[in-house]
């Protein structure tokens, strides 16, 4: 789980557009570039080679 602040501040470092959590993964979701960064003991993983696809949450 991420803190609520955290979350309003946090942006995706490829495009800089806002991130969404999703809380059944506990990942953050950037819509704009169709990936997913992990979140790990509660830290987002913010790096672009830590970045998935979508198409591996679905």
Do not use: H, W
Not at 10 to 36: G, H, M, S, T, W
């Amino acid at each position: 789980m991420v803190d609520e602040e955290l979350l309003k501040i946090l942006a995706c470092p490829k495009c800089k557009k806002e991130l969404f959590y999703n809380r059944e993964r506990d990942v953050l979701i950037c819509e704009n570039c169709q990936v997913f960064y992990p979140i790990e003991d509660g830290i987002p993983i913010l790096l672009t080679d830590a970045s998935k696809p979508l198409e591996e949450l679905r």
